[in-house]
């Protein structure tokens, strides 16, 4: 953590929902379902093996959570506050994130599989070894955000702005990359299998020797 922030203690009334709240099979920690989070404050808090099923965190105040090891399926995050937030090894499946704010935000080892983020500001987040595969996040500003070894199979990032991002080790395979602006981005070391590049603005752009024989194909140039 870039601060010393200690965790708050649950609300009362937010320990009684877990207290209610069905064990995970195989796994100890409590399984809620179907709550309404929304517009409530829930900063500084600490969530461990915890999963969520079709919850809305709607316009919820999540400035400096963390989680570890917890799940959120099919929930909303529209509105709501992530700022300065740190997930490790936690999933956010199917969720959406409207107008979400998640500035200073850090994922480690997440997964953010076939959810949507509707022209949010990402930009600067640290989301390395994260996995985006199926994920909607077009038109959204991505710009200087750390992707480094993170998995964007079949993701969506048509008219992102993906400026100086860093992609080394990441997998775009089947990206769907169209409008979007990647000057400056590092490209070295990424898995583009067939990305075309006459649909991207690459100004700047650094690729390695392999990448550039690929684009090369695309742009009908004959080497040596």
Do not use: Y
């Not at 990305?195 to 100004?203: G, M």
């Amino acid at each position: 953590m870039t601060e010393t922030h200690q965790p708050a203690p649950f609300p009362d009334w937010f320990a009684q929902i877990l207290a209610e709240s069905s064990a995970a099979p195989g796994e100890g920690g409590s399984v809620v379902h179907d709550e309404d989070f929304s517009d409530t404050d829930l900063p500084d808090l600490e969530f461990s093996r915890l999963s969520f099923l079709r919850c809305s965190f709607a316009d919820t105040d999540l400035a400096w959570l963390r989680t570890e090891g917890c799940s959120f399926t099919d929930c909303s995050f529209d509105g709501a506050n992530l700022r300065q937030s740190e997930h490790l090894r936690s999933a956010f499946v199917s969720c959406t994130f409207e107008r979400t704010t998640f500035t200073r935000m850090s994922s480690t080892d997440c997964k953010f599989s076939a959810s949507v983020f509707d022209a949010v500001n990402l930009r600067g987040v640290s989301v390395a070894g994260c996995d985006f595969s199926g994920v909607s996040l077009g038109n959204s500003d991505l710009r200087e955000v750390d992707f480094t070894g993170s998995k964007l199979v079949g993701a969506n990032v048509v008219g992102a702005k993906l400026d100086r991002c860093r992609f080394s080790g990441a997998d775009l395979t089947g990206l769907r990359w169209q409008n979007a602006s990647l000057k400056d981005a590092d490209l070295r070391g990424a898995v583009l299998a067939d990305l075309d590049p006459r649909l991207v603005d690459l100004t700047g752009a650094r690729v390695d020797v392999e990448q550039a024989l690929g684009f090369a194909r695309f742009l009908g140039l004959r080497i040596g």
